[in-house]
């Protein structure tokens, strides 16, 4: 699976940003999808997950109710709308894919249980 982020770009605090993930490759709906991020300095970290078939999503505390993911399994592409950003959502976003057919999403997916990465997009929210 190859993977591809984009939609990343410059916005002041409390703007909105939408990035998307493009997949080829493999039937991408046997493929849990994930949003993970990289600030500065610190751990690359879990943002959001959605299953395979789009049933299940999770998010990890600190972007619940300010950011959206979803999936297009028709056009191989996964999105995160991310609402109401703050400057310590500054950084390197990414997309992975992990191997889960028929399986629900219910909790952060493990960064490194993930079978494919894509390249990430710089997210950058200025005060």
């Known amino acids: 699976v190859q993977l591809q982020a984009s939609g990343g770009g410059l916005v002041q605090a409390g703007g909105s940003l939408r990035l998307s993930c493009a997949a080829s490759?493999?039937?991408?709906?046997?493929?849990?999808m994930g949003w993970f991020r990289q600030a500065p300095g610190q751990e690359r970290e879990f943002v959001a997950a959605?299953?395979?078939?789009?049933?299940?999503?999770y998010y990890t505390d600190s972007v619940k109710g300010r950011f959206t993911i979803s999936r297009d399994n028709a056009e191989n592409m996964v999105y995160l709308q991310m609402n109401t950003l703050k400057p310590e959502d500054t950084a390197v976003y990414c997309c992975a894919a992990v191997f889960a057919p028929f399986t629900a999403v219910t909790g952060p997916l493990q960064k490194d249980g993930m079978d494919y990465w894509g390249k990430g997009t710089l997210v950058t929210v200025s005060s």
């Open positions: 490759g493999r039937t991408f709906s046997n493929y849990a």
């Open positions: 959605i299953s395979g078939r789009g049933a299940g999503t």
